[in-house]
């Protein structure tokens, strides 16, 4: 009996001793599965949120340059036609009641700039198919006209805001010269901005995403999906 409960004493500690050495390694194989689970799962996750990111980043770059691209093709469209409005001027060598007849023709040919083309002499006077300036109106002081009067070619002034369209505008202007080639005055158009609206707000990005542009001389944004923050700062 003795020798018997001593066999038996001996099988239960060395089961006992099974038990808890399996335990500990049962524990410690949990324990390395989740940390390798966590290392992989971090992994993974680092792996996707950067491809997530280069694919945001590939998209933003991909929709910016092409807003861009169809703003830049806009404004080269508008600007050619005003070239070629005044060059026709100029290649004419216009007179006066000429001039005044084709500024008239030219209104409403072009949505950008519906008033059409005007010019301002270097003696001040005005010629515009709508506007009839008051005689405090000095077109020799305008920033449209300095700038215009220091480029052959039309570049894009201020954005401002136009009262009677309630409509953000830029002034559009380039020097004029007659047959000779002597300075005559500055041809110019208020050149407004709906159109860059109408390009961006057609743009989405994801599911909220989308794209403004801003004038970066004066940091007002002159194009927005949202017509109320369009001349905001």
Do not use: C
């Not at 006992?16 to 989740?34: D, E, P, Q």
């Amino acid at each position: 009996m003795k020798h018997t409960n001593a066999s038996n004493s001996k099988t239960a500690a060395h089961k006992r001793r099974g038990i808890g050495i399996t335990v500990k390694l049962v524990a410690a194989i949990v324990i390395s599965v989740a940390i390798a689970g966590s290392a992989l799962l971090t992994i993974v996750f680092n792996q996707m949120s950067q491809t997530l990111l280069s694919k945001s980043e590939e998209m933003l770059v991909t929709t910016t340059d092409k807003t861009l691209q169809e703003t830049k093709a806009w404004m080269n469209r508008t600007l050619s036609m005003l070239e070629t409005q005044r060059d026709t001027i100029e290649y004419e060598n216009m007179d006066i009641p000429e001039m005044e007849a084709y500024i008239k023709h030219t209104a409403g040919q072009n949505d950008a700039y519906p008033a059409g083309i005007y010019v301002a002499l270097t003696d001040g006077s005005l010629y515009h198919a709508s506007f009839v300036p008051g005689p405090d109106f000095d077109a020799l002081s305008k920033s449209w006209y300095q700038n215009g009067i220091a480029s052959e070619d039309f570049i894009l002034g201020d954005v401002y805001f136009d009262e009677d369209s309630q409509s953000y505008v830029v002034g559009a202007s380039g020097m004029l010269t007659d047959g000779n080639g002597a300075v005559r005055g500055v041809a110019a158009a208020d050149v407004y901005l709906d159109s860059i609206s109408q390009i961006v707000s057609n743009i989405q990005i994801e599911d909220t995403g989308g794209i403004f542009l801003v004038d970066t001389r004066t940091d007002a944004i002159i194009g927005d999906r949202n017509e109320a923050v369009v001349g905001k700062i």
